[in-house]
């Protein structure tokens, strides 16, 4: 025994090194199991950190942030109600809001790893829960994974565990958004059945299946189709709408009938 | 020896806000990215007791992992970096032109001996980043290559502060 103890005190550089290894490694199991959950015990200094430094490099994209708000002005404004003719007074509309937006600010984004992430600077407080959806005005960003008082986490698309619904838009038919971790422009959309054709160009929006985003949100564009003769399901290349090296400012999107929705679909499975 | 400590604790801070701060915004071509927090792995002194050069490292990876939210990745690849520092000394440094009180630098050891110094260290540190985040062999070469391109990045940027701050014309 004692011998033994000669022996690791002799080796102290290796087994401290495997020791602190073995530290390491359980920190990234963890990591790749449970979604980081990390953000409420550091958040505070890190997202502080980071607004810190964003105010003041936020200066240099001021521009081009005011240029992308001007044009979304402008879009929302063609949408307003009073631009529309309405011809039959004698129709009831009776119209309920389903998603509210609340606009936030990127304090920190990657685009660079496997498992890309954000930090938004509204949290809990301003009434931001896990499971949210985040989108800008050229398409969807990620979800929300963890929040903190003030900041929250956001799983951007940009991350190989993150598999989001989509519809291709002239068909109507779902297949699975995913991304390989490679290239941040461009996506795969996959399982896709082996009947639907698709062109370059063709559009791929959010199916609305979930709670997080709602119907028609753009993805991207289809770059390029894989389709093999004997394949059920074919994979086809996705360019992104969104381009994620620059994003600024998101809307967080509430769902205010995810509830509602939730209650019903815990009934089902009562029932079955 | 103080000094020394106070030194190196102030460049732990200016290369972790270094690294978290502006380089990881860099993202060339969307994947090859600086890490140039190794530099503060690389120059501590070549006297530095082993158990102090593995913990030191283990804090620079866990202050990069936090700001990072990718936990653990940094750590365990500047652990690694750490154990194969002193192999690499021993192996790359002839007897005769070692004396004490050298810092691993190019004014007091040379360009060549430098560079290959740095160089296998952090390709070793890069290596084990990038495979340690992918998780997975598939795609194998194009880790490899983000791993080839991202060594050279933060070697010239390693390169370019040995000549910026420590003037090894002086010698």
């Known amino acids: 025994m004692r011998n033994l103890f000669a022996y690791i005190l002799k080796q102290y550089f290796f087994f401290l090194f495997l020791l602190l290894e073995i530290v390491a490694f359980s920190f990234v199991l963890q990591n790749n199991y449970q979604q980081a959950t990390f953000l409420n015990s550091t958040g505070k200094v890190v997202g502080t950190v980071l607004s810190t430094f964003n105010n003041i490099s936020g200066y240099f994209s001021l521009k081009k942030a005011n ?197 019903l679909e815990r009934t089902q499975l009562n029932d079955r | 020896m103080t000094g020394k400590v106070i030194i190196n604790i102030f460049r732990f801070c200016i290369l972790v806000f270094l690294q978290v701060l502006i380089l990881d915004n860099i993202n060339f071509r969307g994947f090859v990215n600086p890490y140039l927090y190794v530099y503060f792995i690389l120059l501590l002194p070549f006297e530095v007791p082993g158990w102090l050069l593995l913990f030191s490292s283990f804090a620079i990876g866990f202050c990069i992992d936090i700001f990072n939210g990718t936990l653990g990745i940094h750590t365990a690849s500047s652990v690694l970096l750490a154990f194969f520092r002193p192999i690499v000394i021993n192996s790359i440094t002839s007897r005769k032109e070692f004396e004490p009180g050298m810092k691993p630098s190019i004014s007091d050891l040379g360009f060549q001996w430098f560079f290959s110094y740095s160089i296998i260290l952090i390709f070793v540190h890069h290596l084990a980043l990038f495979y340690i985040e992918v998780f997975r062999f598939s795609d194998f070469f194009v880790t490899l290559s983000r791993v080839i391109f991202s060594t050279i990045f933060t070697l010239l940027l390693i390169i370019l502060s040995q000549y910026l701050f420590f003037n090894p014309s002086k010698k």
Do not use: C
């Not at chain 1, 109600?81 to 509210?100: G, I």
């Not at chain 1, 991207?220 to 290349?237: D, I």
């Open chain 1, 67 to 263: 240029e992308s708000l001007i044009r979304e002005n402008a879009r929302l404004r063609n949408k307003m109600a009073d631009k529309f003719l309405l011809t039959d007074t004698l129709v009831y509309y009776h119209v309920d809001s389903l998603f509210r937006y609340i606009g936030a600010k990127v304090i920190s984004s990657t685009i660079s790893h496997q498992k890309n992430y954000l930090v938004l600077n509204k949290g809990s407080l301003h009434g931001i829960k896990k499971d949210m959806g985040v989108i800008t005005m050229n398409g969807i960003v990620g979800t929300v994974v963890d929040v903190s008082r003030n900041f929250s986490r956001v799983m951007s698309v940009l991350h190989v565990n993150n598999k989001i619904n989509a519809r291709i838009k002239k068909n109507n038919h779902l297949g699975t958004l995913e991304w390989n971790g490679n290239d941040y422009r461009y996506g795969y959309l996959t399982d896709i059945p082996m009947h639907v054709d698709l062109e370059p160009g063709d559009t791929i929006v959010t199916s609305g299946n979930s709670y997080i985003f709602p119907e028609g949100l753009m993805i991207g564009t289809v770059e390029e189709y894989y389709k093999q003769p004997n394949e059920k399901f074919n994979n086809a290349l996705i360019s992104y709408s969104v381009d994620y090296n620059n994003v600024y400012f998101v809307y967080i999107i509430v769902n205010l009938k995810k509830s509602e929705l939730m209650n």
